[in-house]
């Protein structure tokens, strides 16, 4: 029951932050001893049911860009099963340092983005992109952040939405809602790579998603109330947080 407890918090974070909330899931699963590959599969696997609910409200809120989200995300289940294949070959005292790295590099970017970067971003409309474009920008950023995905069992959100702001020019709120949705297949294509490799506990990840389900989609209706400061200040706390977990457990 606390694990769920904490679980429904950890949900309502990443449904209002746009996260899929895997570095978070892993820190709390470290806490608990949780084997650092147990939890890199199980946080993948709860996080495409996690995504879908919280990728259901945004869509609903008018949140997501359809054909840059779907495009990605297909992209980056495929580069996510590969890369959850190559975590499998990494010993696991060594992932802990890396998943908590790539958690501070997403901090670290979300900085750069929105403290020292002065480019406007602009909202997009979808029928200003051309297939061809949009499908090779969909590829670079889906089988880069898919990798990152499977390889370290984080979701890589924060380099999915600035990938999504600065390649298809979509505005903090719709990179939000996006990333939600190309999440979604990442995980999917994560989450069966480590299912095969034999990391994965049903009990442990029917607790989470108890949890995750329920805080995603109710935190998804609060982003569009948020004001943009509180949006990038959610957004840059919640990896270094749960990079401090995993480092500290």
């Given at each position: 029951?606390?694990?769920?407890?904490?679980?429904?918090?950890?949900g309502l974070i990443c449904g209002f932050v746009g996260v899929g909330g895997a570095g978070f899931i892993i820190a709390i699963l470290v806490l608990f001893?949780?084997?650092?590959?147990?939890?890199?599969?199980?946080?993948?696997?709860?996080?495409?049911?996690?995504?879908?609910?919280?990728?259901?409200?945004?869509?609903?809120?008018?949140?997501?860009?359809?054909?840059?989200?779907?495009?990605?995300?297909?992209?980056?289940?495929?580069?996510?099963?590969?890369?959850?294949?190559?975590?499998?070959?990494?010993?696991?005292?060594?992932?802990?340092?890396?998943?908590?790295?790539?958690?501070?590099?997403?901090?670290?970017?979300?900085?750069?983005?929105?403290?020292?970067?002065?480019?406007?971003?602009?909202?997009?409309?979808?029928?200003?992109?051309?297939?061809?474009?949009?499908?090779?920008?969909?590829?670079?950023?889906?089988?880069?952040?898919?990798?990152?995905?499977?390889?370290?069992?984080?979701?890589?959100?924060?380099?999915?939405?600035?990938?999504?702001?600065?390649?298809?020019?979509?505005?903090?709120?719709?990179?939000?809602?996006?990333?939600?949705?190309?999440?979604?297949?990442?995980?999917?294509?994560?989450?069966?790579?480590?299912?095969?490799?034999?990391?994965?506990?049903?009990?442990?990840?029917?607790?989470?998603?108890?949890?995750?389900?329920?805080?995603?989609?109710?935190?998804?209706?609060?982003?569009k109330f948020a004001p943009k400061p509180v949006l990038k200040t959610a957004m840059v706390a919640t990896?270094?947080?749960?990079?401090?977990?995993?480092?500290?457990?």
């Amino acid at each position: 029951m606390f694990i769920t407890l904490t679980m429904l918090v950890i949900g309502l974070i990443c449904g209002f932050v746009g996260v899929g909330g895997a570095g978070f899931i892993i820190a709390i699963l470290v806490l608990f001893h949780i084997p650092i590959h147990t939890a890199l599969g199980t946080s993948l696997a709860a996080m495409a049911f996690t995504t879908l609910s919280g990728a259901y409200s945004h869509l609903r809120e008018g949140n997501i860009s359809l054909k840059a989200g779907v495009w990605t995300g297909g992209f980056g289940a495929i580069a996510a099963f590969f890369g959850s294949r190559l975590s499998s070959l990494i010993p696991g005292e060594h992932l802990h340092y890396l998943t908590a790295g790539m958690l501070f590099l997403s901090a670290i970017l979300f900085i750069l983005r929105f403290f020292m970067m002065k480019r406007k971003v602009e909202e997009v409309i979808d029928e200003t992109l051309g297939y061809p474009t949009l499908l090779v920008k969909a590829l670079l950023l889906g089988m880069t952040t898919g990798l990152l995905s499977g390889a370290f069992g984080i979701g890589s959100a924060p380099f999915i939405q600035i990938g999504l702001m600065l390649l298809f020019g979509l505005s903090i709120r719709q990179s939000i809602g996006t990333t939600m949705l190309v999440i979604l297949p990442i995980a999917a294509g994560g989450g069966f790579g480590y299912i095969m490799e034999g990391y994965l506990d049903l009990m442990l990840l029917f607790q989470v998603l108890a949890g995750t389900m329920a805080g995603a989609y109710l935190g998804a209706k609060l982003t569009k109330f948020a004001p943009k400061p509180v949006l990038k200040t959610a957004m840059v706390a919640t990896p270094v947080v749960a990079a401090l977990l995993i480092l500290f457990e």
